[in-house]
Structures are given as structure tokens and as C-alpha cells.
């Protein structure tokens, strides 16, 4: 059975357990009542590779690459790689035909050692190093996105030949939304002003180096956007700017990078992102831009990370306690937290999690699971619904951690970080190894 039928663990119908719109896409409930992904018992994983562990559904990551594929056709998609990069991660991306942004010399050199095609990585970064700049001209980076003054003046320094870039713009379009994040206004720290004439001056520094090429400009809204509008509203201003670039210079740009950020669903009823109504305002807008100045219609790039892989991960922990405060809070104290997922004390984050072990027939209690750090605000989900009957021992499943979780991972009170488990058709491997106390000891010098 699979995540779009009903479960029967014990040979009748129950409610299904898990929403398709949160859940890996292969996510079902075994004849024993354990949640599977990948054709894998959750709970098999946990005990062979310990916990916490992140799980990450290949077959979910791959279709969601060829979903965007798909639904935005005659636009490059790019996977942004910050949201979560392994090597093995970097090479399903290449097989799928993406290319990946990075930003930083770590990121590269894992994306590089995926076996992606340097021509098809783009670098990013508001405070890029000259040594990370370096770096990227060495590997012959497809595309670096400049960011500010000093930038263009150390890239222009370390290139050896023609260096590709864009310059990022802010277009000062705002979002709204569920949780939404914005980054396209100019009162933020990334990119050129469009409106304050720093995105020309920009464009003026770097067409002045000869070791440069302009090939286009690049935005970003923000993150968690599920209102496709705001991107036609997007290109319609950078359309306007290249159209001016033009003017001044006589120089055509070919490339209008529009960012990622497209909102996935944490919770069931969460908004989503709409590809298919993306694709549509991106072609309506480029057409009504591109005749309105006259200007030759430039090449599309997106830049989904969360997406693609956000749903495709699943973060299992061992419940550690389980105790009733004064008032009837509950807390269930598992044997990760804040340094394994840092967004809901960072953003306040909310998170589905399901027992993964067994399915129980108890009532269901409010509660809170609560990270093992020291600290007030280490929870994993606040005022969620589980079974009574939870148990130290049991396994908690959360959903949609593929992204920004072993990326963001800490060291605090030096707890080694989770190993990365693929799962596909039956069968888990290890992309990543748990980070041992050893690892911890070898970079102490003192």
C-alpha cells in the first residue's frame, strides 16, 4: 500500500496516517503498523545506524527534479544546494539534468565531487572571500553572482580569462504569505538596489573590467513563497533594467535569473508553491516585458533548493522521556534538538511527527517534543498530537526536514551531528557517517 491509500496495520480500516502532502512520496505503513519510506521500516534504520538520523527518500528528490523539469519547460532549473549537498545528493541533481548553485569553497568542492559539470554551477554568496573567489574562477564556475563593490573588485583580480557573472538586484517587489521570508526589498542585506541606481552602478563597474562578462542579472523574493505573482512582477522590473542596460551600453543581457524560495507545506493545509501557475506567470510576464521594451527574450533560471528536496528527508529520533508538568503540559524528550534542527528556534518552525515504530490505537494527547540541549527554546514541535501511550524507546518520525536540517547542524554541547540515510526501493545507505566524538577531538589543538 502506499501513502495514498488507506492504512490497515492490523487487518482493518483506519484513517490514513500520513498527509501525501507532507510525507515522502513513497511513505506507507507496513503489515506491522511501522512507517516505511523508500520501501524501508523507519524504525530498521534507527536501529542499524542510531539516532538522531536523517532520512532522504531518492526516489521522492528525483521526481520533484523532474517535476520542475517538467512543469517549467524552456527554463534552466538550478538545485540550490545550500539546502542540503552531499556528493551522492550533487550527482542525483546532475543525473536529473540540473545544475547547482553553491555558496562557498565546501559547497563547491561537493558539488565538483558529485561529477557536476563546473559550466553548470552558479556561486553565490553575499560575503564572498577572495579566496572562495579564487576558488570558483580555478574551477571554472559556470556563473558567479556579485553581490557587492569589493566583489566585483576582487573577482576581477582573480580571473585569468573571461569570468561569466551576474549582478544581483534587488527589484523591490515584497511577498506575503505563510511564514514567508523576503529578501527582494532593498532594505535587506543582499544585492544592488534597482530603484537607488546601485544596480547600475554595478553593471557600470563590471562592464569597466575587461576580465568580466556580463551575461545577466539575478533576484531573489525571498523564501516560502507560494503566490506566484510576485515573480511576474519581478521580471517585468529586471526585464525594464536589462532593456536600460541596453540603452546605456549597448550590451544585450541573455540570462534573467529569478531565484528559488517556492513555499512547501510543513503541516497539512500549508500553502504550496504552484509550478504549473508559476510557469504560466513567468511566460505571460517575460511576453508582456519583453514587447513592451522591445528586448530580445533572455534565458530563465530557477533556483528551487527546499522544493526539491525538503520533502524528501525525514529526521527519526528515540524517545528519551516522557513526563506531565502542572497544568497537564506533556513533554516527550527525544535524543536530538536544536543542534540537529535549528529552525524552530531560529523561525519558529512547525513540524508534522508521526510514531514511526508501531501504530497505536490510543487516544491522542497534546504535546510538546522537547531537544535534549540546555536550553528553553530546544523543541522540535510544539502543542502536537500523539499517542498516549508514547513510550521512552519509541521512534518519532518528523517530516519535511530534507532542507536546511544537516545543513544548518551544530556542534552544541558537542553532540556529533546526525549521518544522512538514502533510502530507495528497499534499501538504505549511508551518504553521510555520524559525527564521532574522535571527529570532535581531532580539530582541538589545545
Given at each position: 500500500m502506499t501513502l495514498l491509500d488507506f492504512v490497515r496495520p492490523l487487518g482493518r480500516a483506519v484513517p490514513r496516517r500520513f498527509d501525501p502532502a507532507v510525507w515522502p512520496v513513497t511513505t506507507h505503513s507496513d503489515d506491522e503498523g511501522r512507517l516505511c519510506v523508500g520501501g524501508v521500516p523507519l524504525v530498521d534504520i534507527a536501529n542499524e545506524f542510531g539516532t538522531p538520523a536523517y532520512v532522504l527518500d531518492e526516489t521522492d528528490f528525483r521526481r520533484r527534479a523532474r517535476h520542475y523539469r517538467k512543469a517549467l519547460r524552456g527554463i534552466d532549473v538550478v538545485y540550490a544546494g545550500k539546502a542540503l549537498l552531499t556528493t551522492a545528493v550533487a550527482r542525483w541533481a546532475r543525473e536529473e539534468c540540473l545544475g547547482v548553485d553553491v555558496c562557498s569553497s565546501g559547497e563547491l568542492a561537493v558539488a565538483v565531487a558529485g561529477g557536476v559539470d563546473p559550466a553548470r554551477i552558479v556561486m553565490h554568496g553575499n560575503a564572498k572571500s577572495p579566496d572562495e573567489l579564487r576558488d570558483a574562477v580555478r574551477a571554472g564556475v559556470g556563473r558567479i553572482v556579485v553581490d557587492s563593490w569589493i566583489e566585483i573588485a576582487y573577482l576581477a583580480g582573480a580571473a585569468r580569462r573571461r569570468q561569466p557573472v551576474l549582478v544581483r538586484v534587488t527589484p523591490d517587489v515584497d511577498i506575503h504569505g505563510h511564514r514567508a521570508v523576503t529578501t527582494g526589498i532593498a532594505?535587506?542585506?543582499?544585492?544592488?538596489?534597482?530603484?537607488?541606481?546601485?544596480?547600475?552602478?554595478?553593471?557600470?563597474?563590471?562592464l569597466a573590467h575587461p576580465s568580466l562578462d556580463l551575461a545577466g542579472l539575478h533576484c531573489h523574493l525571498g523564501s516560502q513563497v507560494s503566490d506566484a505573482a510576485p515573480y511576474g512582477e519581478a521580471i517585468r522590473r529586471v526585464v525594464a533594467a536589462m532593456a536600460d542596460i541596453r540603452a546605456r551600453h549597448g550590451v544585450i543581457l541573455t540570462e534573467l535569473n529569478i531565484g528559488g524560495g517556492h513555499a512547501i507545506p510543513y503541516m497539512p493545509g500549508d500553502p504550496e508553491l504552484d509550478l504549473d501557475e508559476l510557469g504560466r506567470v513567468i511566460e505571460d510576464a517575460l511576453d508582456e516585458a519583453c514587447a513592451a521594451e522591445h528586448f530580445p527574450r533572455p534565458t530563465v533560471v530557477v533556483e528551487p533548493g527546499r522544493a526539491i528536496g525538503g520533502r524528501a528527508g525525514v529526521t527519526l529520533y528515540r524517545v528519551c522521556s516522557v513526563r506531565t508538568q502542572p497544568g497537564d503540559r506533556s513533554f516527550v524528550a527525544v535524543d536530538g534538538g536544536m543542534s540537529d534542527n535549528?529552525?524552530?528556534?531560529?523561525?519558529g518552525s512547525r513540524y508534522t511527527v508521526a510514531l514511526a515504530n508501531r501504530h497505536s490505537r490510543a487516544a491522542r494527547q497534546r504535546v510538546t517534543v522537547a531537544g535534549r540541549h540546555c536550553e528553553a527554546g530546544d523543541e522540535i514541535a510544539r502543542d502536537i498530537e500523539l499517542p498516549a501511550d508514547v513510550n521512552p524507546g519509541d521512534v518519532l518520525a518528523v517530516a519535511c526536514t530534507g532542507a536546511y536540517h544537516h545543513s544548518m547542524a551544530s556542534n552544541y554541547n558537542l553532540v556529533g551531528r546526525p549521518p544522512v540515510v538514502a533510502v530507495r526501493d528497499g534499501r538504505a545507505r549511508e551518504l553521510v557517517r555520524r559525527e564521532t566524538i574522535a571527529d570532535l577531538l581531532a580539530r582541538d589543538l589545545g
Open positions: 532594505d535587506q542585506k543582499f544585492g544592488f538596489s534597482l530603484a537607488a541606481g546601485h544596480a547600475a552602478e554595478a553593471v557600470n563597474r563590471v535549528p529552525r524552530v528556534a531560529i523561525y
